[in-house]
């Protein structure tokens, strides 16, 4: 059984950082791909960052250039999205995603999902 938990979100000011961490257990995921999205309220889920099993990353051109780092520690069966310098509209539900195969920007492209956790940034 697949599952993904996240975990880190939480209350911060504009310019803080903050780490979210994604722990996947099930099946062969050291070798999945493991994406981060995010929804804010009223929008669809966005892209933000992927990561294959070898640690090739993809970054959104728009929200997480240049601010997020994704990374993954396949010891600890963990993914990791270290965001920095956090904006108000950084705020959202983040969510950890797997996929086999290949990074993808795509929500339909993953097919396992954890709950989410919340991040709040302040102005």
């Known amino acids: 059984q697949v599952q993904l938990v996240e975990s880190g979100g939480r209350l911060v000011q504009a310019g803080d950082s903050l780490r979210l961490s994604c722990a996947f257990s099930g099946r062969v995921l050291s070798s999945a791909a493991l994406g981060w999205f995010r929804q804010a309220p009223g929008k669809e889920h966005e892209f933000v960052a992927a990561i294959t099993g070898r640690g090739d990353t993809t970054y959104s051109t728009d929200s997480a250039k240049g601010r997020f780092t994704i990374s993954r520690d396949n010891a600890k069966n963990t993914v990791y999205l270290q965001m920095n310098n956090l904006k108000p509209e950084d705020t959202a539900v983040y969510y950890c995603?797997?996929?086999?195969?290949?990074?993808?920007?795509?929500?339909?492209?993953?097919?396992?999902w954890g709950q989410g956790t919340q991040v709040t940034v302040s102005s």
């Open positions: 995603a797997a996929r086999f195969g290949s990074t993808s920007n795509f929500r339909n492209d993953y097919m396992y």
